[in-house]
């Protein structure tokens, strides 16, 4: 069951931000209590989620029978306004605010909280597009803090984005090659946590040209047909879907370059509009057109 919050301001008379860890606990505790006193006798566990942009907010809540079930059941409108008080007095300056909460608990006394600030939301109803923009107006962020859904719902343009053919950078996939045609890398290798952020950063960028099939893997003894024939770009970089392979199959990491691009970006992959998206297959066509 989904419940649309009325369109009240939390903490109207204070700054977004104003809770500290103690008053953060506080206030989930305050939830918690909140949530309980609504729950019929009985009950075992119930899982409440919370979901919120601009002043835009949904509330649902489910009881979790023992075999799994999840039965709706109604929250308080005071129960969503403790959430919204929690989100406002957890943003912090540049970085936002979550979206989303999801707070569980179960007898005899134990709950947990998850907050997701960077994903959208799974909405009951999807909000007016107003409400995007009106997020990031409230609750402002860093540009490489944007995630793409929420940038795109917001209409912004592309944060950062290269304007001309010579402000987009290309990434090679090799540094060259021997004197008989081997690849040759000098290449610090990355540790297991960011080639793993580096390597979702590279392979959930757009594709913005691909062709059918695979092209060898010149790493492969055999020479394998594996390698994916595709471009990505966030609108600052190009790069071949090789890069995001090599990474994968055998660990060699992105030039140095866009590696360091993509920490400053704190592993945020930006909404790429379409005139970004336009400008990198224009450079990549001229490019492969002039060999």
């Known amino acids: 069951m989904s419940q649309p919050e009325p369109p009240r301001e939390p903490g109207e008379t204070e700054a977004p931000g104003m809770l500290d860890q103690h008053g953060q606990q506080e206030m989930i505790q305050r939830i918690g209590r909140g949530i309980v006193h609504t729950l019929p006798p009985g009950w075992q566990e119930v899982s409440v989620r919370y979901r919120a942009v601009g002043s835009y907010r949904e509330l649902a809540a489910e009881l979790i029978a023992p075999n ?23 943003y912090q300056p540049q970085r936002g605010t979550w979206v989303s909460a999801t707070y569980r608990l179960s007898r005899p006394a134990s709950y947990s909280v998850d907050f997701n600030g960077d994903h959208s939301p799974d ?50 996939v090799f540094d060259g090659t021997d004197a008989v045609g081997r690849p040759v890398t000098n290449r610090q290798a990355l540790t297991p946590e960011e080639r793993d952020r580096v390597l979702e950063y590279l392979e959930r960028a757009p594709v913005v040209l691909a062709a059918r099939g695979y092209d060898s893997d010149r790493l492969d003894p055999y020479g394998k047909a594996a390698v994916p024939m595709t471009f990505h770009t966030d609108g600052s970089w190009i790069w071949p879907g090789a890069v995001g392979y ?24 930006p909404y790429v509009d379409d005139e970004a998206r336009e400008l990198a297959v224009s450079v990549i066509t001229a490019e492969q057109n002039s060999r």
């Open 68 to 90: 799994g079930t999840g039965i709706p059941v109604a929250m308080t409108s005071e129960v969503g306004e403790l959430f919204a008080e929690l989100r406002h007095g957890m």
């Open 246 to 269: 090599y990474l994968r199959t055998h660990e060699l990491a992105p030039q140095p370059e866009l590696v360091e691009h993509i920490r400053e970006r704190e592993f945020q992959l």
């Open 123 to 172: 909405w009951e109803q999807e909000p007016p597009h107003t409400e995007f923009a009106a997020e990031l107006s409230q609750y402002p962020r860093a540009t490489h803090n944007i995630p793409g859904w929420l940038a795109e719902r917001a209409g912004m343009s592309t944060p950062g984005a290269a304007t001309s053919p010579e402000q987009l950078h290309r990434a090679d």
